[in-house]
């Protein structure tokens, strides 16, 4: 048999054609509810184009599923994190450097005052100053009796005598001393001299101050002048 183009064929397969590509686009609009699942997927097919605004929500993430390494830089801003929601218990030691903080995001509000040290300027310029004035940061004039005369002295807490004759062990007040200066006071006759260290005998241990009064090589209570250097 001849083929023969008639009207008829070419009705019928175009009839046939359009029946077929209009299931077929039918049923890719209309995928049932949960057929679609995680292996349908390319790699790649989602991308953050693709997602609709809000559309992952926190209760939608699996425990543990973000990670360091699925998070991109700068994604994570302040604006994004609620008060609050990082915990001193979430961050590493060590996590929060000085490259990682913005400029002046540690200000005096902020920081625990008790938790600074004197910074090594701070200390010389005191230092200085005190030299400057010629005024040590902590003085007196102690009797042989260990009585401190408040008018001749200043920052001294406590004065004590020791367990023996010509011992005392002084306490200041604010800091810890780092150095003293004893001259005994002279009374017109005897032959006096004095030592001064930090610590010393068990009933003066440091940061006390001990001092030690002589006449004529004999360790006596001798009244002394006294300076104390942090």
């Not at 007040?173 to 001064?196: N, S």
Request: aromatic residues 6%; hydrophobic residues 40%; positive net charge.
């Amino acid at each position: 048999m001849k083929p023969k183009l008639t009207y008829a064929n070419v009705t019928s397969t175009l009839a046939l054609f359009v029946a077929l590509t209009g299931t077929a686009a039918y049923a890719a609009t209309k995928i049932p509810d949960r057929s679609v699942g995680e292996f349908q997927l390319r790699p790649g097919a989602v991308t953050a184009e693709k997602i609709r605004k809000n559309a992952v929500t926190a209760p939608k993430i699996k425990a543990a599923a973000i990670k360091q390494g699925k998070i991109a830089n700068g994604a994570i801003t302040a604006a994004k994190m609620t008060e609050g929601s990082v915990a001193a218990a979430s961050i590493q030691g060590s996590a929060i450097s000085n490259g990682k903080l913005a400029p002046e995001a540690v200000t005096g509000d902020k920081a625990l005052e008790s938790t600074f040290s004197q910074v090594p300027s701070a200390a010389k310029a005191e230092f200085a100053a005190n030299a400057e004035s010629g005024n040590p940061p902590a003085f007196a004039h102690i009797s042989s009796e260990a009585t401190v005369d408040s008018s001749l002295s200043k920052s001294i807490a406590q004065v004590k005598e020791g367990s023996l004759g010509g011992i005392y062990c002084i306490s200041v007040a604010g800091f810890t001393p780092r150095g003293a200066q004893v001259t005994p006071r002279f009374t017109g006759e005897g032959d006096l001299t004095a030592y001064v260290r930090i610590g010393g005998t068990v009933d003066c241990a440091a940061p006390a101050v001990e001092v030690q009064t002589f006449d004529g090589g004999v360790r006596t209570k001798e009244p002394f002048y006294v300076m104390l250097y942090r």
